[in-house]
């Protein structure tokens, strides 16, 4: 817990597409149907990773978001009354 900080969360994806085709794949909705894998990192807030989740690129943001939130490796600190903590999310 040392070093991380809660004040700030972020999590992002990133979408690939998968040549070698592993179990974690689906077809890419921006990409003509190729078959591609997607990753959703969430950090601390200086951008360490604290949780990840990697599913089919066809796998719906929310049910993503769910995955890579029940991943977190460290929970969360608790936050005092007068410093309420942030998540920041991508549209999707």
């Known amino acids: 817990m040392q070093g991380l900080d809660g004040e700030w ?4 994806r ?9 179990k974690k794949v689906g077809k890419h909705p921006t990409d ?3 078959t591609g894998t997607q990753r959703h990192v969430r950090t601390a807030g200086h951008g360490v990773p604290i949780g990840l989740a ?3 690129a066809h796998r ?8 890579t939130s029940a991943s977190l490796a460290v929970e969360r600190p608790d936050a005092p009354p007068d410093a309420p903590q942030g998540l920041g999310l991508e549209t999707g």
């Open 32 to 34: 003509r149907g190729k």
């Open 60 to 67: 719906h943001d929310g049910q993503m978001a769910r995955a």
């Open 9 to 12: 969360l972020a999590m992002a």
């Open 54 to 56: 990697v599913d089919g």
């Open 14 to 22: 990133a979408m690939t597409t998968a040549p070698l085709r592993g």
